[in-house]
C-alpha cells in the first residue's frame, strides 16, 4: 500500500483500539490491541503520518527511534529489592522505570490527555541485548515489570533489509501477534502532501516531468547515492530560505540533501531554467486576466517541460492564495463563536466585562494550544489558528478599552470584526477571479488538452484548494468536472442535514 492508505489504516486501527462501550471499556480488550508494524524504505513519510494522525484525532504522540536505545533505558536499570515469601525474606531483582515508559506518563502529565500512540521506529534494527526485552514488549506491552497505560496505542515501523544491513527477521510467534503493512513509495500520494505543506514549486514541477527520480536507492563505484521524500522535503525548507535570503540555489546545496549525483545534477539545472520562467512569464498578469498575445504565442508554441514549469508557477501562485484564505476562514469562525457569547453575556448582563471575557478565551486557547503541543500532536495550521485567533482577539479587547462606556464596547468589536470578514470576503472574491483567469489563460494557450487535465488534477490533490472551492465555487472548475459537482452537492447537503438535527 502506499502511505495514504498506511495512514487511513492505522487511524481506523487507533479509532477502533480506543472505541468504548457504555460503561467507559475499550471494546476491544487492551491485550487483545495487536501492535501495529509498518514496513517500508527510509524516508517516504512514516513519521509524518503518525503527527498527522495525533493531530488530527486529538491524542497525544510519543515517538522514539530504537537504535538510540539500550537494554537500561529501554527497560530501566536494575536494582535488589526485599520481598516476603512464605515468611522468608527474599532479595529479589527489580527495575526502575524504563525511559520509554516514563516519557509516556511525562507527555500524559503535561498534556493532560490520557489516550495516544507510541511510535517505535527502526524497530527491526534493535541491538542484540535489547532485541530480546522488545519482542516481549511487543507481545505484552510490558518493558521490565512497567506496562504501558492503558489508551496507549503501540506503532511500530522498519525498513526492509536491503535498506539496512542491520536489519532483523521477526519471527512468527512475533509477526502473528502484529498487525502489519507494508509501504511503497509513491509520488502522486506524496504530491497530495507536498501542496499542503508548501514545497516548493520546482521540486513539484521536476519530479512532474521525471516521477522516477522522486525515490532511489542505488549503490554505486561511489558508495551508496539515494533520494528520498524526506531528502525533497528538506531541500524545499532551504530553498525557500536561501532565495528569501537571496543566496545562491547551486549544486553545492541540492547535493547536500539529494546524493545521487546524477539526479543532484539534473535538478539543479533544471532550477536554474525554472527561474528563468518564473522571470520571463508574470503570473501575477495571467492571474489578473492580463493575456497579451505574444504570451499566447509563447506558450503555445513552448515544449513539455517548459508548460509544466509554466503550470507550476501558477499553481504555486494559486495554492499560496487558497492556503491563506482558508486559514483565514478558520480563524475568523473560531472567533465569532467566542463573540456570539460576548453578545450574549452583554444581552443577559449589565456589567458584563468583556474584556475579562475575551482575555479568558484567549487564556483558554493558549491551554488548548500548550495541551496540543506538549501531546505532541500541535500540527503548524493549528498553531498558526491558536496565533491569529489570539491575536484577533487581543485586537477586540484593545478596542474595548476605548469605547466611552461599557455598553459601546460590543458595538465597536462587532464594527470592527465586520471590517475583518468584509476584508476576508475581498480577499476571497479575488482569488475565485484569479482562479477563474487561469481557466481561461488554459484554455485560450492549450484549449482542453493534458495541461487542463494536469491542472485539474493538482486542484483536485490539494485540500486547500478542494476547500476554498466548496466554500466559494469555481464555475470553471464545476464546467470541467460534472462529476465532482454533483458529488459536492451531495456532500453540501449531508452536512447541512446533520447540521440541522
Known amino acids: 500500500m502506499n502511505i495514504k492508505e498506511a495512514k487511513d489504516e492505522i487511524a481506523r486501527s487507533v479509532e477502533i483500539y480506543l472505541d468504548k462501550n457504555e460503561f467507559g471499556e475499550y471494546n476491544i480488550p487492551y491485550m487483545k490491541q495487536r501492535p501495529i508494524f509498518m514496513i517500508g524504505a527510509p524516508g517516504i513519510g512514516k513519521t509524518a503520518i503518525m503527527e498527522q494522525i495525533a493531530s488530527e484525532l486529538g491524542i497525544a504522540l510519543v515517538s522514539y527511534s530504537m537504535t538510540h536505545h539500550t537494554r537500561q533505558s529501554a527497560i530501566g536499570l536494575p536494582l535488589i529489592e526485599e520481598r516476603q515469601y512464605d515468611g522468608e525474606a527474599v532479595k529479589v531483582s527489580e527495575y526502575t522505570m524504563s525511559e520509554i515508559i516514563a516519557s509516556v506518563y511525562r507527555v500524559m502529565e503535561e498534556s493532560g490527555k490520557r489516550e495516544g500512540i507510541l511510535f517505535l521506529d527502526e524497530i527491526n534494527c534493535l541491538s542484540e541485548t535489547l ?22 496505542v503501540i506503532v511500530t515501523a522498519g525498513n526492509p533489509p536491503q535498506y539496512n544491513k542491520s536489519v532483523k527477521d521477526f519471527d512468527v510467534a512475533t509477526l502473528d501477534r502484529l498487525k502489519c503493512f507494508s509501504i511503497e513509495e509513491d509520488f502522486g500520494i506524496w504530491k497530495s502532501y507536498a501542496y499542503q505543506n ?7 514541477t521536476f519530479l512532474e516531468i521525471n516521477p522516477e527520480w522522486f525515490y532511489s536507492i542505488r549503490t554505486t563505484v561511489d558508495g551508496v547515492q539515494y533520494v528520498t521524500a524526506r531528502g525533497w522535503e528538506d531541500l524545499s525548507l532551504a530553498i525557500g530560505i536561501y532565495e528569501k535570503k537571496k543566496f545562491d540555489v547551486n549544486r553545492n546545496l541540492v547535493q547536500q540533501y539529494i546524493t545521487d549525483t546524477e539526479i543532484a545534477g539534473k535538478f539543479s539545472i533544471y532550477y536554474d531554467l525554472f527561474k528563468k520562467y518564473k522571470s520571463d512569464y508574470k503570473v501575477e498578469d495571467i492571474l489578473n486576466g492580463i493575456l497579451s498575445e505574444e504570451l499566447l504565442e509563447r506558450v503555445g508554441k513552448a515544449g513539455f517541460d517548459e508548460r509544466i514549469s509554466l503550470l507550476g508557477l501558477i499553481l504555486e501562485n494559486l495554492n499560496m492564495q487558497f492556503d491563506q484564505t482558508v486559514h483565514q476562514e478558520m480563524v475568523l469562525e473560531r472567533v465569532v463563536k467566542i463573540l456570539r457569547i460576548a453578545k450574549k453575556e452583554t444581552a443577559e448582563k449589565d456589567d458584563a466585562n468583556i474584556v475579562q471575557l475575551l482575555d479568558k478565551k484567549c487564556a483558554e486557547i493558549q ?3 500548550d495541551s496540543a503541543a506538549a501531546a505532541n500532536s500541535l500540527s503548524n495550521d493549528q498553531k498558526r489558528e491558536y496565533r491569529d485567533a489570539m491575536s484577533l482577539l487581543k485586537e477586540y479587547m484593545t478596542e474595548c478599552a476605548k469605547a466611552e462606556e461599557p455598553k459601546k464596547q460590543f458595538q465597536r468589536i462587532k464594527k470592527r470584526f465586520d471590517a475583518h470578514a468584509k476584508k476576508h470576503q475581498n480577499q476571497a472574491e479575488e482569488v475565485k477571479a484569479h482562479l477563474e483567469n487561469a481557466f481561461r489563460f488554459l484554455t485560450q494557450a492549450w484549449g482542453n488538452g493534458q495541461e487542463m487535465i494536469l491542472f485539474m488534477t493538482e486542484l483536485t490533490a490539494n485540500a486547500d484548494s478542494m476547500h476554498f472551492i466548496e466554500l466559494w465555487g469555481s464555475a470553471s472548475y464545476f464546467q470541467y468536472n460534472q462529476d465532482l459537482l454533483i458529488y459536492d452537492v451531495h456532500q453540501k447537503l449531508q452536512r447541512e442535514i446533520m447540521e440541522s438535527l
Open 131 to 152: 532485541a530480546p526485552a522488545m519482542l516481549l514488549f511487543l507481545q505484552y506491552k510490558t518493558f521490565g515489570n512497567r506496562r504501558l497505560p492503558e489508551g496507549w
Open 367 to 369: 491551554a488548548e494550544k
Open 198 to 204: 508548501g514545497i516548493h514549486a520546482a521540486i513539484i
